[in-house]
Nanobody, 120 residues
Framework: QVQLVESGGGFVQPGGSLRLSCAASERASGINRMAWYRQAPGHQRESVAILVNGGNKTYADSVKGRFAISRDNAKKTVYLDMDNLKPEDSAVYYC??????????????WGQGIQVSVSS
């Protein structure tokens, strides 16, 4: 299965910014859909941002205007740029990528999860 490795989390003060990265392993050939989810303690996992290969992007209302999802095809990496972070953004963030491998197999993989903590 294609593996996803997330990086870029950490602690930040309210109003700060972070970039999360999610890199797919080299066996990934074509990526059709990528998304970021988050889950805070006591809360259900929620979709934060979705990017499909046609270029359409959707965002949760809570992050619209502050977060941006993007991809680097050469690096097989999806990013989540987070601006003006709020304490309620604190959560474990997971990337999810769907596509095909070089062998023609479909895949759907999750990142390991990375903590984002927004606090004064």
């Amino acid at each position: 299965q294609v593996q996803l490795v997330e990086s870029g989390g950490g602690f930040v003060q309210p109003g700060g910014s972070l970039r999360l990265s999610c890199a797919a392993s080299e066996r990934a050939s074509g990526i059709n859909r990528m998304a970021w989810y988050r889950q805070a303690p006591g809360h259900q996992r929620e979709s934060v941002a979705i990017l499909v290969n046609g270029g359409n992007k959707t965002y949760a209302d809570s992050v619209k205007g502050r977060f941006a999802i993007s991809r680097d095809n050469a690096k097989k990496t999806v990013y989540l740029d987070m601006d003006n972070l709020k304490p309620e953004d604190s959560a474990v963030y997971y990337c999810n990528v769907q596509g095909i491998t070089a062998m023609g197999n479909t895949f759907r993989s999750w990142g390991q999860g990375i903590q984002v903590s927004v606090s004064s």
